[in-house]
């Protein structure tokens, strides 16, 4: 029997993710995915594989999830939160660091997601905000728009 002092065990993990965007003539547009069996809105991201670095696991993430080529165009920001979750039966406390880039739509479509996923698709900025669950993911795509607005104002 667990003593009341005992603290579950705390695991660190480091993932990366992309907000991937699109212009079209009705303005910029992110792709967002409906994770599985959570039923929510995120941003596209998954955990650094072994021989990865942070832009390679966010371009593969989000090919796999949001079943999309992108291209990278620069960092936007890490964001670190703790959660708690079942594993291997026990409770575990897990502190997570997510490296966020900023990606841009290169080939393919959203209906080629794997099977993580119960949906991606193509919003605006806004729907976006109001989607997904996460305050920090909402806080990454307002900095990400920010970053695509100077991208968009560079001489060719």
């Known amino acids: 029997m667990k003593s009341a ?3 579950p065990e705390t695991l660190e993990q ?4 992309g907000v991937a965007y699109r ?5 910029v547009e992110i792709a967002v995915i409906l994770t599985n069996p959570e039923n929510r809105w995120q941003l596209p991201k998954g955990m ?4 990865e670095t942070p832009e390679i ?3 593969r993430e989000v090919r796999e999830e949001a ?15 703790w959660f708690m979750a079942d594993r291997a039966g026990k409770r575990t406390r897990f502190h997570k660091r997510v490296h ?3 990606m841009r739509y290169v080939s393919g479509t959203v209906e080629d997601h794997d099977h993580e996923v119960t949906e991606a698709r193509w919003v605006s900025v806004d729907e976006a905000v109001q989607m997904l669950v996460f305050k920090n993911e909402r806080e990454i795509v307002e900095k990400a728009v920010e970053m695509i607005g100077q991208e968009s104002a560079k001489p060719v």
């Open 5 to 7: 002092n005992e603290r």
């Open 14 to 17: 480091t993932s990366s993710g």
């Open 23 to 27: 212009e079209t003539d009705d303005g």
């Open 48 to 51: 650094i594989d072994a021989g």
């Open 57 to 59: 696991a966010a371009r």
């Open 67 to 81: 079943g999309i080529e992108t291209e990278m165009i620069a960092p936007i920001d890490r964001t670190e939160y």
């Open 100 to 102: 966020w880039f900023l």
